[in-house]
């Protein structure tokens, strides 16, 4: 079973029908929105544990995860959890790429699609922080189940999510380390997921490098 099909269990169907009218669609197009939007949290944080810091601090921010069981809390405090996490997996504009590219995707609203990313984020993270903890998972563990994860994915649907992280990240190849990543806007993170200084030697304050350990995961 993988973790979209584990979130899918969890939500049941009153769930999905509250995610349909969200979105206003059907449970059956609400599940498919679901499953792509979970392989694009997955596939990044899949890119993140590529390195092993960025696989060193996911894992030491599942242990605040595994106990905070987001299935049964209120959308306020989800949604702050959630865009919290997509701070450090995607990065704010990152996220908005996600949410743009999912929702040509899927052909949902792109912000119907930005209200459900940091929903479903928190919960993508307990799955992951539950079954860590049940196998006793190292960082590589985890790193691997993730790519594992991410090549799960059917067919056409994992390869438009590769396509549109690669377009996020800056790379064509999954699986690229963040050790000298040259970005689009020519700078790069270094290898604990820090901004390095671009052209100008000033490095941007305003967007968290995906992979950056913090408590605020």
């Given at each position: 079973m ?22 206003g ?7 498919d929105?679901?499953?792509?939007v ?13 390195h ?34 997509l701070?450090?997996v995607?990065?704010?504009?990152g ?38 903890a049940?196998l ?11 790519d ?16 549109l ?17 040259e ?5 790069s ?29």
């Amino acid at each position: 079973m993988t973790l979209h099909d584990e979130l899918i269990e969890q939500l049941g169907e009153p769930g999905l029908d509250e995610v349909a009218g969200m979105l206003g669609t059907d449970p059956t197009q609400a599940r498919d929105v679901v499953q792509a939007v979970t392989g694009i949290i997955v596939g990044g944080l899949a890119r993140n544990a590529q390195h092993p810091d960025g696989a060193e601090a996911l894992r030491a921010a599942l242990e605040d995860h595994v106990d905070a069981d987001p299935f049964n809390g209120d959308v306020a405090s989800l949604t702050r959890d959630g865009h919290s996490i997509l701070a450090h997996v995607l990065g704010g504009q990152g996220t908005e790429q996600a949410a743009a590219g999912l929702a040509r995707l899927v052909g949902i609203d792109t912000g119907a699609v930005m209200k459900l990313l940091p929903l479903i984020a928190p919960m993508v993270m307990f799955l992951l922080a539950d079954l860590a903890a049940r196998l006793d998972m190292d960082a590589r563990d985890v790193a691997g189940l993730l790519d594992r994860e991410r090549t799960a994915v059917p067919g056409g649907l994992g390869e438009a999510l590769d396509g549109l992280l690669a377009n996020i990240f800056g790379s064509a190849v999954p699986g690229w380390p963040y050790v000298g990543r040259e970005l689009a806007a020519d700078r790069s993170y270094g290898a604990y997921g820090e901004l390095e200084p671009g052209p100008s030697g000033e490095a941007d304050p305003g967007e968290p490098a995906p992979g950056r350990s913090n408590p605020d995961w």
